[in-house]
Each structure stands twice: as C-alpha cells, then as structure tokens.
C-alpha cells in the first residue's frame, strides 16, 4: 500500500494498493497519458484503498475516487455503509460525497426491507452512537440537517453493483 506521497504505508495504515506482475496490464492501448496515470515504474495503481494486517490479511477499505475528504479527515464511505446496513430495517445503503463551499458533507441512500417503519431520524440516531461526527452525515454540528435519503430501491446495475453516479444525479 502507498500513500499520496508515493512511499509505502505502515502497516496497519490506509493507502492505494499497487500491483505488478506477468498477469497485470501494462497499460492502455495507444493511450499514453492514461497509461502515466495509473501506472508508476511497472506498478499498476488499482485505485483500491487497503490496509494489511500484522498476519498479512489485506483488507479493501473503499476506493480513492470515492474517498470523501470532510473538514481534512478522510471518510471511506463503506465504513459508513457497513454501519447503515447493520441496522434491522435496512437492505442497503450507499453514500457518497457532496462537495460544499471548501469542503464535503455525507451523504446516505437507504433502502430499506419491505414492511420498514425506520425513519431518517432514527436512522440519525443509529448511526450517531457508531460514528465519529465527522463521518455521520451532514448534521448540525456542521450547520446542515442531516441527510439520509430513504430509497425504494438503490440504483445498481445487472451484477448488483450500486452505481453511485446515479445517486449524484438525484442530489
């Protein structure tokens, strides 16, 4: 893993997974510059954020063009997911950033079971007694109402993939 300075992470620490091998692209075909984009002397950068354990256990975290940078702390937003979908009444849930005035703020889609009664609020609640304020969303602390968006159904393509873009369109 290697962070934003191209220097490996300590272990235990957050950075991009980087990968090289007879099986690993070389690049883009007649594409130079993206090829410069996502490569670096033979590693090929996946855009993966990850973490590895002392035993070696690689753990994915999220991905860098997901990241959400709020107020200077990095929020990975599956961390935020993992927490919305532990509640009871919910399927799945997806957030994703919305850029402010020199800044990000939080942004959760919910959907919820059929038969569901969980409101936003509550929902505020559940994830208020898990999450660091910073990576709730937006919510008073930072000036703005919550926002966690109850959805019939999250967006996602024929893998079951949530597509995110589609949810920056609804805001």
């Given amino acids: 893993m290697v962070g934003n300075d191209g220097v490996d992470v300590a272990q235990g620490k957050i950075g991009e997974l980087w990968v090289r091998g007879p099986n690993v692209m070389l690049g883009y075909y007649r594409n130079p510059e993206q090829t410069r984009a996502v490569t670096n002397d033979g590693w090929l950068k996946t855009g993966d954020l990850a973490r590895q354990d002392a035993d070696g256990a690689l753990h994915i975290v999220g991905r860098s063009k997901e990241l959400i940078i709020r107020s200077g702390f ?3 937003p599956a961390e935020v997911e993992h ?3 532990a509640h009871p009444q919910v399927v799945q849930s997806a957030v994703i ?3 402010v005035e020199g ?5 959760a889609f919910v959907e919820r079971i059929a038969g569901a009664t969980v409101t936003p ?3 505020i609640d559940w994830y208020g007694e898990r999450l660091a304020p910073y990576k709730r969303p937006a919510e008073v602390t930072y000036k703005r109402p919550a926002e966690v968006k109850v959805v019939v159904a999250l967006p996602a393509a024929s893998t079951g993939k949530i597509l995110k873009h589609r949810l920056r369109d609804l805001l």
């Fill in 74 to 76: 990095n929020v990975y």
């Fill in 83 to 85: 927490v919305l979908n």
């Fill in 97 to 99: 950033g919305r850029p």
């Fill in 121 to 123: 609020e509550a929902l």
């Fill in 103 to 107: 800044n990000e703020e939080v942004v």
